[in-house]
T-cell receptor, first 110, second 111 residues
Framework: DGGITQSPKYLFRKEGQNVTLSCEQN?????MYWYRQDPGQGLRLIYY???????QKGDIAEGYSVSREKKESFPLTVTSAQKNPTAFYLC?????????FGPGTRLTVL | EDQVTQSPEALRLQEGESSSLNCSYT??????LFWYRQDPGKGPEFLFT???AGEEKEKERLKATLTKKESFLHITAPKPEDSATYLC????????????FGKGTHLIIQP
């Protein structure tokens, strides 16, 4: 089955720790994205990558980092510099002008 | 700055009661307007992309339309399984590839 997978589904972090969220796609899409969703707010763009080894900051990149070493993978690291990291994180990829989303990772800071 | 406003925030309908959800937008050159359905705790599910004013697309009980300032998602004779949050997003020409989302409309269909 073609699609986007994210892991883990739930993640708990202590304050001051960095954590990495995984995103893998087998759709052969060039462009991949990370969004954050908070209750009562729209999805907000964190980072995006249009090609391997290249990525750009979105609207709320502070406290986050990414890498794009392979076409299939676009991991997101939430660093200790992110002041309010508890949220639902969504990875997406674009093909044929349609943007498809993964199932999401819910991150909770304890 | 691109903006998307969805109304109403929440809508409760009886099964079979048709209605429309609104998405108003401002964007510096529209590349595409997207509709998604999102169930609790899950990622958004793609429904439609609209590219130009006057365009319409249909899928089962859903029909999306587009004007130069807004889009409507019409739901005809809804069923309880249509209950979800419906998200609208725009993509601007020449800008970042990411989408700008509205806050969504939470739709509840009562049997």
């Amino acid at each position: 089955d073609g699609g986007i997978t994210q892991s883990p589904k739930y993640l708990f972090r202590k304050e001051g720790q960095n954590v990495t969220l995984s995103c893998e796609q087998n759709l052969n899409h060039d462009a991949m994205y990370w969004y954050r969703q908070d209750p009562g707010q729209g999805l907000r763009l964190i980072y995006y990558s249009q090609i391997v080894n290249d990525f750009q900051k979105g609207d709320i990149a502070e406290g986050y980092s990414v890498s794009r070493e392979k076409k299939e993978s676009f991991p997101l690291t939430v660093t200790s510099a992110q002041k309010n990291p508890t949220a639902f994180y969504l990875c997406a990829s674009t093909g044929n002008n349609e943007q498809f989303f993964g199932p999401g990772t819910r991150l909770t800071v304890l | 700055e691109d903006q998307v406003t969805q109304s109403p925030e929440a809508l409760r309908l009886q099964e079979g009661e048709s209605s429309s959800l609104n998405c108003s937008y401002t964007v510096s050159g529209l590349r595409g307007l997207f509709w998604y359905r999102q169930d609790p705790g899950k990622g958004p599910e793609f429904l439609f992309t609209l590219y130009s004013a006057g365009e319409e697309k249909e899928k089962e009980r859903l029909k999306a339309t587009l004007t130069k300032k807004e889009s409507f998602l019409h739901i005809t004779a809804p069923k309880p399984e249509d209950s979800a949050t419906y998200l609208c997003a725009v993509q601007a020409r020449g800008g970042a590839d990411g989408l700008t989302f509205g806050k969504g409309t939470h739709l509840i269909i009562q049997p």
